[in-house]
Nanobody
Framework: QVQLVESGGGLVQAGGSLRLSCAVP????????MGWFRQAPGKEREFVAA????????NYRDSVKGRFTISRDNAKNMVYLQMNSLKPEDTAVYYC???????????WGQGTQVTVSS
């Protein structure tokens, strides 16, 4: 079973920063769009950010634009989410996501909790 492993979550005060990391098996990382999703209690999982494989294109949900930055290290098979100016409404479990460009197969990590206190 493919394992994407997230790390870096935790408790932070509003206005603070966290950096999430996701380690991805090489055979999955190559040729996949990488993304971050989140799910707050009682809510559906929602898209946060994505980074393309070859073009370097990034996309963000409107509420995190200017605060979050997704990046990928293609040499290390890692993807990151730098989160600045965190708000209580950013509190959620954050999931790493890989979508194969060729097969459209989707892989998920186990999630990492981010809690932002007011």
């Amino acid at each position: 079973q493919v394992q994407l492993v997230e790390s870096g979550g935790g408790l932070v005060q509003a206005g603070g920063s966290l950096r999430l990391s996701c380690a991805v098996p090489g055979r999955i990382f190559s040729g996949s769009t990488m993304g971050w999703f989140r799910q707050a209690p009682g809510k559906e999982r929602e898209f946060v950010a994505a980074a393309g494989w070859s073009t370097g294109t990034t996309n963000y949900r409107d509420s995190v634009k200017g605060r979050f930055t997704i990046s990928r290290d293609n040499a290390k098979n890692m993807v990151y989410l730098q989160m600045n100016s965190l708000k209580p409404e950013d509190t959620a479990v954050y999931y790493c996501n890989a979508r194969s460009i060729l097969t459209q197969t989707v892989y998920w990590g186990q999630g990492t909790q981010v809690t932002v206190s007011s």
